[in-house]
């Protein structure tokens, strides 16, 4: 089983709006409230595939509630550690030329009792899972090493921990003892922890970059390139990933659906080839679909035929 960790999801509320008025009153009647986050995603996604997973993370307040029963709704298991604060929520305004305006609430700030809390519970969920991925940014109150001690946590009970994070949270978990099996970080992200551009259409120059000793110790590193595919290193095996042209509706979230169909692939200990082809074939599917986290499993078989795969 897959346990899912959002430790700072939301209510995504989307309000389309032809043009937003400056200093006057906006109505808005078709209005969508959906469970965000980007580990709620991951396990939309999941549970779409049929997938058996248990989604966790910090909620509170009403907006909690709202959040659980939008997860009950979608028959998706859960077990969140509530807080007295409320969860938070983001709004997206759509406007009519496909552009967005996003007010995003920061969330609670989690106190060190609560921190240290949800870590105890969150030990007892890893006894009943073999794969958990961790996605998103932290909510303020947790230090940047929060993430780093969750995969530690993961590695001591033999739980495979999959690790979708960026800035010092990606930075503390690689300099930690207990490596994640595996992390997702784009072009920007391992610039930065390069310290030096990358140009991920340099295959040669990517091999160099990942074999840079800040990444020693993780089993899996992707680097999804949106339509161009993926870049993959699994162990010493160095891989390329190939996607046919599609009909892209809404890219947002394709990076949760690509990392729901790896976790998939590795928590079933599938061949290297199936498991980059399964994480291309989810990330693609919610590319087609207007919804953000979403994908039509009956697609599945057809595009997974279409990705092609290289070990280089
Ligand atoms: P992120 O959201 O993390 O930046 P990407 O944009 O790289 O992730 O997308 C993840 C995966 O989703 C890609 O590797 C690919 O499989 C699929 N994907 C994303 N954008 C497109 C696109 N424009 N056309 C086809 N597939 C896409």
């Given at each position: 089983m897959i346990l899912t960790v959002t430790l700072n999801p939301a209510v995504d509320i989307s309000y389309p709006l032809q043009t937003l008025v400056i200093d006057d009153v906006n109505r808005v009647s078709d209005v969508s409230k959906t469970a965000g986050g980007k580990g709620l995603n991951v396990s939309r996604v999941l549970h779409l595939m049929q997938q058996t997973l248990l989604a966790t993370g910090i909620v509170g307040g009403h907006i909690g509630n709202f959040i659980k029963q939008k997860l009950d709704d979608d028959q998706i298991q859960h077990e969140f550690f509530e807080i007295?604060?409320?969860?938070?929520n983001a709004i997206a305004i759509l406007h009519d030329d496909g552009c967005q305006t996003e007010i995003l609430e920061a969330g609670p700030t989690i106190s060190a009792d609560d921190a240290q809390a949800f870590m105890q519970f969150y030990g007892q969920l890893l006894t009943k899972v073999s794969t958990v991925t961790l996605s998103g940014s932290l909510p303020k109150g947790l230090g940047a090493d929060y993430y780093a001690k969750m995969v530690e946590m993961a590695g001591n009970a033999?739980?495979?921990a999959i690790l979708d994070t960026s800035g010092a949270s990606l930075l503390a978990s690689l300099?930690?003892?207990?490596?994640?099996?595996?992390?997702?970080?784009?072009?920007?992200?391992?610039?930065?922890?390069?310290?030096q551009p990358i140009d991920v259409t340099d295959i040669d120059g990517l091999k160099t970059a990942l074999q840079a000793p800040i990444f020693a110790g993780v089993e899996w590193i992707v680097v999804s390139m949106g339509a161009a595919g993926a870049f993959a290193k699994h162990n010493d095996h160095f891989y390329r990933v190939s996607i046919p042209k599609i009909h892209v509706e809404n890219p947002v979230g394709s990076g949760d659906s690509t990392l729901a169909g790896l976790a998939m692939a590795i928590d079933t200990n599938e061949s290297d080839e199936v498991i980059l082809k399964t994480g291309m074939t989810t990330g693609m599917l919610n590319t087609m679909e207007k919804q953000t986290g979403f994908v039509n499993p009956e697609l599945f078989k057809p595009y997974f035929a279409k990705v092609t795969f290289k070990e280089v």
């Open positions: 007295q604060q409320e969860s938070r033999g739980v495979k300099k930690a003892t207990v490596k994640p099996t595996l992390i997702k970080p784009n072009e920007t992200e391992i610039a930065q922890l390069l310290d």
